[in-house]
Structure formats: structure tokens, C-alpha cells
């Protein structure tokens, strides 16, 4: 991996439209998509250098598209190894499973791969597009006017002191994309509620003594634990879940065979064996909710915004959504419609991350799993996962309309499917987990994501039934046309005859047999019509 990626060091004052602080898979995600837009962008990182820790592994379907949209989907499969199932084993030999291959895409399934190899591919493609990526630079406050924010950053010359070269950096906006711990959030005073769970979490990498399935990766449970197995690149695997039954000290050592003591208590013996280990680390999980993504002209992105459970392998592909969502709304021009629109992502992420949250939270779902001894239970816990793949694969995301906003002051729900926007998320009683519609009542009410569309960078697009063209005083200007699909008709809502779809792919609006016959606007469509007008 070249870990060499093409950087810059800061002038004093340069001025750029976006700042995104932050060269993880977030930020730079944003980079690259916001130089699709011709937006102009620096992305700033106190780290010298790519971690080349692991970390994030699992790309899903949305975030496919997304790379795919960018010409790097095929750079970044080729440095990782593709998967088309999750399989759940028990230590009582039950085998549940959540597969992928049916889903509405070109990419009908994940690709596990190191976050360090995402990171390289994209910090290339960002610096070979224009971007500015400026390393061993750190954030250390900002400030903010009528004109834009200027942050202050400092060049690291003594890592133990943390003095160096101050540096000032204007811009339009200001991104934080800088992690759990985001030095952003934490200077604009943003709460970051929410728990963190009490077991310890262990993790190891290196190659297995028993070769893996081809096409899936894996959680294996146990009496008292529950570990996944991804493989990896180069026939390495990490294993890694809350196997151990006390809590660890992060400072303290964890040996190999703590590890593999550990984990041979779920009963699934030379399965979950390595042959040589490469590294090793217990860790802690969080889940954490932003209070809010937005603060004047500054935005909360990736894990400074959210943390979630490591459960379906969300963490980095919520951030990709994030980066999405934004940069669209950033290649807006400034005035009140971009601030409308930052308003709007505000909203409609939070709601998303919650989602995310929700589906996640799979622990109850493991223990029905453990105590399914019959074939009835069985039944039922595999009825449970209908609608994991589709949630977990970020495609089928619904974001509610202002008008549908639940409780005032409490973030609104971002649903997966038609259903849940009604509330009608029934549960299992069972398994004790809120079941998942599935991909049949996918419809294509306002806010509801079209899965398989390929928006052209900062271009609505009107998708019709045959005979149903456009009156264009009524769209946005440089709104593009194309004939819905045989899917995308079957998802249309009962006499709609065409949608009106937002630069990163949610439906803006519903129309009937007339263009006037709508049935809602979103309020980023509304401003982005009031602007053009």
C-alpha cells in the first residue's frame, strides 16, 4: 500500500471553500466527492501518516455505489476480498444466515478490507483531483463570522510537547471528520451522550489454522460470548468480539493465548484457532449520538458525530452516508439555501445514525440465537434477520419529511422501508428484536432512498413512467430526466407516475398524472427551488 499519498504542508491564511478536518475514511470521502462537485477542498490530519491499523473492515452496497460513482469501487475490491452472506453459528450447531445476493444494486453483496487500504485509494484519488491534503497538521480552535470560520492549526514539530508552527486556515465551512475523540465537537461544546458497553471487547488478525468460507463471514456464539470472523486479504482473518468475562484495563497486556483461552470458551474449537497471530488488542465499545451535527458553518461528520455497535459492520459506511449527504449540499451555492440545506443534513443524519444504532443492537437477537434448541425457535430467529441485509447494506434508508418529524425537540426516525415511517416496526416476541421490513414494501414516498440510481454530481434527476415527461417550471434548473426501471416502477406509491430525486439519490418529491400533483417536498428540494428561482 503506498502510505506515501501526495500531501502538502499549510501557507499562512490559504483559503479554501470546504475544511475538513480529519484524513480518515470520512473526510476523505468528502474530499473526493466535493472535488466531483468542483468544490475547492483542504483536508487537514495531525497524523503524519496513514494508521495502518485496521480497524473498520466491511464496505457495503450504498458505499459501493458511492466509490463506484467516483471510478474507485474496482480499486478498492481488488485490496480486499468479497463477500455475499453473514453466517451465525451457535455452540449447539444451529446455522442462521442474512445474505445478501438479493439486494437492489450492481453490487449485490460487502467487501471486507482494511480501513488503512480505503484510506489510501481515496487519499490518492482526492490529491489527483485537485484536493489539498495537508498531514501533520493540527486542529486547535477555530472562529467564526459572517464571512466564514478561520481555524487555527499548528504543525507538530514536538509530538511529546505538542508545540510547533501555528497556522490559520480560511474557509466557507468547516468540517470536523476527526474521530471519537473530535477536537471539533469538543470546541464548538457539543454534548456526546450515550453508553458504553460494560464487557471487554478482544481482536486479534493473523492466519487461521483452518481455512474460511468463501463467501461469508461469521459470528460464532457461544454460552457466554460471541466473536465474528472476517476474513481478510492475503488469507488472514480478524477475530474479534466481547468474549472476555471480565473488563480489561486498555493498558493492560493482552497475550495470545488470553486470547485464544478466551475465545475457546464459546465451544467452537479449531475453528477459531490461528496458526500465527499478527496482532492483537482488547478494546471498549460505544454508542454515542452527536447532539447535534451543525453548528453555524461548521458540520459534524463520520465517528465525531456518531459511534455505533461493531454489529453488520456500519461504522465506516455510515460515514461514507454522511459524506454523501453533505457534499452535495456544500457544492450548493452559499447563502440561505446552503444553510438550509446544512439544517436539513442535521436532521436527516442524526435520524440516520439512530437507524443505525437500532439495527445494530443485535445482542438480544444473539441470545435468542444461543437458547434456539427447537426447530420452531430456530424458525423464528431466522424470520427475525429478514431485513438485516437491506438495513445493513444502507440502500433502502428513508428519511422522514419535516412535516413527519415525530416529537418536537427529539430526533426524527430515518426508516429503512415503508412501514416504519408509520411506526409499524412490529417485534419478536421471540427473539425480543423489532423486526425489519423487507425490500417488497420499498416504496418511493419523499425522502426514500432509490437504490441502484447513479446521480450526476449536483443534478436532480426526474424518473418517469413512460409518457409522464417533465413540465420543467416546476424542477430545478440542469435537472436530468430517465424512464424509471421495471424495479422502480414496482416501488412507485399507488398513482405516482414520477419522482423527483435529489442529488445524492433520496426522492424530493412525488408527482401524479400532472407535475403539479405533489405529495410532499422535502425542505432541502424546497430551498433548493427557492434558490433557483
Same mark, same amino acid.
Given at each position: 500500500?503506498?502510505?506515501?499519498?501526495?500531501?502538502?504542508?499549510?501557507?499562512?491564511?490559504?483559503?479554501?471553500?470546504?475544511?475538513?478536518?480529519?484524513?480518515?475514511?470520512?473526510?476523505?470521502?468528502?474530499?473526493?466527492?466535493?472535488?466531483?462537485?468542483?468544490?475547492?477542498?483542504?483536508?487537514?490530519?495531525?497524523?503524519?501518516?496513514?494508521? !495502518?491499523? =485496521?480497524?473498520?473492515?466491511?464496505? %457495503?452496497?450504498?458505499?459501493?455505489?458511492?466509490?463506484?460513482?467516483?471510478?474507485?469501487?474496482?480499486?478498492?475490491?481488488?485490496?480486499?476480498?468479497?463477500? =455475499?452472506?453473514?453466517?451465525?453459528?451457535?455452540?449447539?450447531? &444451529?446455522?442462521?444466515?442474512?445474505?445478501?445476493?438479493?439486494?437492489?444494486?450492481?453490487? !449485490?453483496?460487502?467487501?471486507?478490507?482494511?480501513?488503512?487500504?480505503?484510506?489510501?485509494?481515496?487519499?490518492?484519488?482526492?490529491?489527483?483531483? #485537485?484536493?489539498?491534503?495537508?498531514?501533520?497538521?493540527?486542529?486547535?480552535?477555530?472562529?467564526?463570522?459572517?464571512?466564514?470560520?478561520?481555524? /487555527?492549526?499548528?504543525?507538530?514539530?514536538?509530538?511529546?510537547?505538542?508545540?510547533?508552527?501555528?497556522? *490559520?486556515?480560511?474557509?466557507?465551512?468547516?468540517? #470536523? +471528520?476527526?474521530?471519537?475523540?473530535?477536537?471539533?465537537?469538543?470546541?464548538?461544546?457539543?454534548?456526546?451522550?450515550?453508553?458504553?458497553?460494560?464487557?471487554?471487547?478482544?481482536? @486479534?488478525?493473523?492466519?487461521?489454522?483452518?481455512?474460511?468460507?468463501?463467501?461469508?463471514?461469521?459470528?460464532?456464539?457461544? $454460552?457466554?460470548?460471541?466473536?465474528?470472523?472476517?476474513?481478510?486479504? %492475503?488469507?488472514?482473518?480478524?477475530?474479534?468480539?466481547?468474549?472476555?468475562?471480565?473488563?480489561?484495563?486498555?493498558?493492560?497486556?493482552?497475550?495470545?493465548?488470553?486470547?485464544?483461552?478466551?475465545?475457546? *470458551?464459546?465451544?467452537?474449537?479449531?475453528?477459531?484457532?490461528?496458526? /500465527?497471530?499478527?496482532?492483537?488488542?482488547?478494546?471498549?465499545? %460505544?454508542?454515542?449520538?452527536?447532539?447535534?451535527?451543525?453548528?453555524?458553518?461548521?458540520?459534524? &461528520? #463520520?465517528?465525531? &458525530?456518531?459511534?455505533?455497535?461493531? @454489529? #453488520?459492520?456500519?461504522?465506516?459506511?455510515?460515514?461514507?452516508?454522511?459524506?454523501?449527504?453533505?457534499?452535495?449540499?456544500?457544492?450548493?451555492?452559499?447563502?440561505? &439555501?446552503?444553510?438550509?440545506?446544512?439544517?436539513?443534513?442535521?436532521?436527516?443524519?442524526?435520524? @440516520?445514525?439512530?437507524?443505525?444504532? /437500532?439495527?445494530?443492537?443485535?445482542?438480544?437477537?444473539?441470545?435468542?440465537?444461543?437458547?434456539?434448541?427447537?426447530?420452531?425457535?430456530?424458525?423464528?430467529?431466522?424470520?427475525?434477520?429478514?431485513?438485516?441485509?437491506?438495513?445493513?447494506?444502507?440502500?433502502?434508508?428513508?428519511?422522514?419529511? !419535516?412535516?413527519?418529524?415525530?416529537?418536537?425537540?427529539?430526533?426524527?426516525?430515518?426508516?429503512?422501508?415503508?412501514?416504519? @415511517?408509520?411506526?409499524?416496526?412490529?417485534?419478536?416476541?421471540?427473539?425480543?428484536?423489532?423486526?425489519?421490513?423487507?425490500?417488497?414494501?420499498?416504496?418511493?414516498?419523499?425522502?426514500?432512498?432509490?437504490?441502484?440510481?447513479?446521480?450526476?454530481?449536483?443534478?436532480?434527476?426526474?424518473?418517469?413512467?413512460?409518457? +409522464?415527461?417533465?413540465?420543467?417550471?416546476?424542477? !430545478?434548473?440542469?435537472?436530468?430526466?430517465?424512464?424509471?426501471?421495471?424495479?422502480?416502477?414496482?416501488?412507485?406509491? =399507488?398513482?405516482?407516475?414520477?419522482?423527483?430525486?435529489?442529488?445524492?439519490?433520496?426522492?424530493?418529491?412525488?408527482?401524479?398524472?400532472? $407535475?403539479?400533483?405533489?405529495?410532499?417536498?422535502?425542505?432541502?428540494?424546497?430551498? =433548493?427551488?427557492?434558490?433557483?428561482?
Amino acid at each position: 500500500m503506498n502510505r506515501n499519498t501526495p500531501s502538502a504542508r499549510a501557507n499562512d491564511r490559504p483559503t479554501t471553500d470546504v475544511l475538513v478536518v480529519g484524513a480518515g475514511p470520512t473526510g476523505l470521502m468528502l474530499g473526493c466527492l466535493l472535488r466531483h462537485h468542483g468544490v475547492d477542498c483542504t483536508v487537514i490530519d495531525r497524523r503524519d501518516d496513514i494508521d !495502518p491499523r =485496521t480497524r473498520a473492515v466491511m464496505v %457495503h452496497a450504498a458505499a459501493l455505489e458511492i466509490l463506484d460513482t467516483l471510478g474507485l469501487r474496482t480499486a478498492v475490491e481488488d485490496r480486499g476480498v468479497r463477500r =455475499t452472506r453473514i453466517d451465525f453459528h451457535t455452540h449447539h450447531e &444451529a446455522l442462521f444466515t442474512v445474505d445478501f445476493t438479493g439486494l437492489d444494486t450492481a453490487f !449485490p453483496y460487502y467487501v471486507n478490507v482494511p480501513q488503512p487500504e480505503v484510506e489510501a485509494v481515496l487519499a490518492d484519488h482526492f490529491t489527483a483531483t #485537485g484536493g489539498r491534503l495537508l498531514r501533520g497538521l493540527r486542529y486547535t480552535g477555530h472562529q467564526e463570522d459572517e464571512h466564514g470560520v478561520t481555524a /487555527r492549526t499548528v504543525t507538530d514539530t514536538d509530538t511529546d510537547t505538542g508545540t510547533g508552527t501555528p497556522h *490559520t486556515i480560511t474557509a466557507h465551512h468547516l468540517v #470536523g +471528520a476527526d474521530g471519537a475523540s473530535s477536537a471539533v465537537r469538543t470546541a464548538l461544546g457539543i454534548d456526546f451522550p450515550g453508553i458504553t458497553y460494560p464487557m471487554a471487547y478482544l481482536l @486479534a488478525e493473523g492466519a487461521p489454522l483452518l481455512p474460511t468460507d468463501p463467501d461469508a463471514s461469521a459470528m460464532y456464539i457461544g $454460552p457466554a460470548g460471541a466473536v465474528s470472523l472476517l476474513p481478510l486479504p %492475503h488469507g488472514t482473518v480478524r477475530i474479534a468480539g466481547p468474549v472476555s468475562p471480565e473488563s480489561l484495563d486498555r493498558d493492560s497486556e493482552l497475550s495470545a493465548r488470553h486470547f485464544q483461552e478466551s475465545v475457546d *470458551t464459546l465451544g467452537h474449537g479449531p475453528t477459531l484457532r490461528f496458526e /500465527r497471530v499478527d496482532r492483537i488488542a482488547h478494546y471498549q465499545v %460505544h454508542e454515542r449520538l452527536a447532539e447535534r451535527f451543525t453548528y453555524g458553518r461548521t458540520v459534524l &461528520a #463520520g465517528d465525531a &458525530a456518531h459511534l455505533n455497535s461493531p @454489529a #453488520g459492520g456500519q461504522a465506516m459506511n455510515t460515514g461514507f452516508g454522511d459524506a454523501w449527504a453533505l457534499a452535495w449540499r456544500l457544492a450548493t451555492p452559499c447563502g440561505d &439555501a446552503r444553510t438550509d440545506l446544512l439544517a436539513d443534513y442535521d436532521r436527516e443524519r442524526r435520524a @440516520a445514525a439512530a437507524e443505525v444504532a /437500532r439495527t445494530t443492537g443485535v445482542l438480544p437477537l444473539l441470545d435468542a440465537m444461543r437458547h434456539a434448541t427447537t426447530a420452531s425457535a430456530r424458525s423464528s430467529v431466522q424470520e427475525a434477520l429478514t431485513g438485516y441485509a437491506e438495513a445493513w447494506s444502507q440502500l433502502y434508508l428513508r428519511y422522514t419529511t !419535516p412535516t413527519a418529524a415525530a416529537v418536537e425537540g427529539a430526533a426524527p426516525a430515518a426508516v429503512p422501508v415503508e412501514g416504519a @415511517a408509520e411506526g409499524i416496526v412490529p417485534g419478536d416476541a421471540t427473539t425480543g428484536q423489532p423486526a425489519l421490513p423487507p425490500r417488497t414494501r420499498h416504496r418511493l414516498h419523499p425522502g426514500a432512498r432509490v437504490p441502484g440510481h447513479r446521480p450526476e454530481p449536483g443534478h436532480h434527476t426526474w424518473l418517469h413512467l413512460p409518457g +409522464a415527461g417533465p413540465d420543467r417550471t416546476h424542477l !430545478p434548473p440542469l435537472t436530468r430526466t430517465a424512464e424509471l426501471t421495471p424495479t422502480q416502477r414496482a416501488w412507485l406509491p =399507488t398513482g405516482t407516475t414520477a419522482v423527483l430525486v435529489r442529488p445524492d439519490g433520496h426522492v424530493a418529491r412525488t408527482a401524479g398524472a400532472h $407535475p403539479d400533483t405533489t405529495t410532499a417536498t422535502t425542505g432541502a428540494t424546497a430551498e =433548493t427551488e427557492k434558490e433557483a428561482a
